[in-house]
């Protein structure tokens, strides 16, 4: 009986289904009893090499070891062969259960030096090890801590302003959180808004970095968690700040600045170099095909939809709020056709042709708008109905610090064996269980009763959907579109707690609005019944349509 056994060899930096080239050579076993091989296709000058080695290993019995040193003797004679390319003997099923696989391995091999037995393959996949452009472990971890800033800054800019709001507003003149005056000082709202900026900037800018860097996989959905966990951690701490300096606010913004400028530092020495990405077939982004239309639309469009809701409830509803967010939908409609039209737009479509993307990002924006309402109302609630000193109502929030980093670990670690739309539902229950605990509570509700359980629950739903959404978005888009996609994401996050906050503050309004402009106990339970409300939307938008993947090592789309 005749059996035949191909061995294929590949040498550089190919990959395994590469066409064969001068580095490709085929040995022919016409029969196993005399292990005649057949060497047509090896060069001349490399045939009593190969011989030598065959005639030692051979005698042995292990066509494991055989391979091995037929391997080692191809890339001592292949001079364009880069010597620290390390290979990896892949046995698989053949004819006769064992035709091998010699390829060089993108990363370190995991599990041992990745030879297994004949009979079967290792177990372990090859890894994503620590990138390139980095070098090392320590680089890496002040890499991520550096670009997870941006979701800290997020968090921290509104702790610290969230907390010492009374005194924010009686510092201001203000009557109500959300009624301007051309008598006050604008300066105050020109610096939130360039706070704004930077941090849509930052978030955006930091996850297009990151997509780009890490292909999908382990340690991508490791990153990005980390990057989540910075969120509640930077909210307590500003809350902190806000809470000690609420009697000196301008010490709130020194202390920002000098905070900044560090991360300013950071972030120039530790974020490499990074060529403008490239995908195959398709023309490197630049100023010259930016979107300038689009963003033009979409910046006009959410000032006139987010001034008419803000100064609702405070002009009561004159004709000019109706006016402002009749005309914003009709610009944002017009965006979207825009955005059909030029060829590289502000928005990837692409993204909306993605399988459940759509009610992805409508899930997200109900979840996290019924978070930032329910959360301003209950601080509201912790400094007017129950008289808190501020300091004493940023130490309640330790709770969302606490579970926010335990939420991100449970994503990091499930995501790669739970499909993510299982803990994108999980995310959208938390998101009501803050409202929930809320609504029973009287101004003598202890904190322990309602207020601490509360407060830890519903943190695990922005950081659990922040994170399973950012890793979807960005592992569903070619490395052209990371920053798109992850702005996309910060855009939604932001206009839900804007938009969210202004219709909770005008059902409040509605229902309890009393002399001093303020808000009463029956008015914070309507804002609280709002939330939960959407928060459940929420979770059946997602239950229905929302199909999020189990992660896997795997190449960028392309």
Known sequence: MSTTATTHLHGG???EDAAPTSHFFDIAYSSPSDGTPDLSRVPTAEREDVLHELGKTLSRGHMGTALENLARTRSNTSQDIRREDTYELRPITSVI???????????PIIGGDGLGDESGSPTNPVQQGIPPELGSLTKEIIFILTCSSGQLLFAFFQGNVNVPQTAYKAALGIPSCFTLKPSLSILFFVMRAMQGLAVGVLVSGSMSILGRIYNPGQRKTRVFSAM???????????????GALAAHLRWIYGTNTIISALLCGAAYFSIPNLAPAVDKGKERAGL???DYKGAALAMVACICILFGLTQGSGAKWAPYTYALIIVGFCILALFIWVETKVPRPLVPLRLFRTPGFSPLMAAYFLGFGAYAGWQFYALQFFLRLQNKQPIIVACYLLPNAICGVLATFLVSRLLHIVPGHYLYIGSMIAFGFG?????????????????MPGIALATFGPDLSFAAA????TSAVDRNYQGSAGSLLVTIQNLSSAI?????DAIGARVDLQEDGEIGLRGLRAVWWFCLSIAILGAVITAIWVRIPKEEEKEHVT
């Open 288 to 290: 010259r095909l930016f």
């Open 228 to 242: 989540a966990a910075m969120a509640p951690c930077g909210f307590l701490l500003g809350a902190l700040q806000g």
């Open 470 to 473: 950012s890793i979807f978005i």
């Open 500 to 504: 969210m906050t202004s219709v909770a």
């Open 13 to 15: 930096e190919g990959i």
């Open 435 to 451: 409202p929930a605990f809320f609504l029973p509570q009287t101004p003598n509700t202890t904190y322990w009763a309602l207020s």
């Open 97 to 107: 259960q064992r035709k091998s696989s010699l390829r060089p391995s993108e990363g």
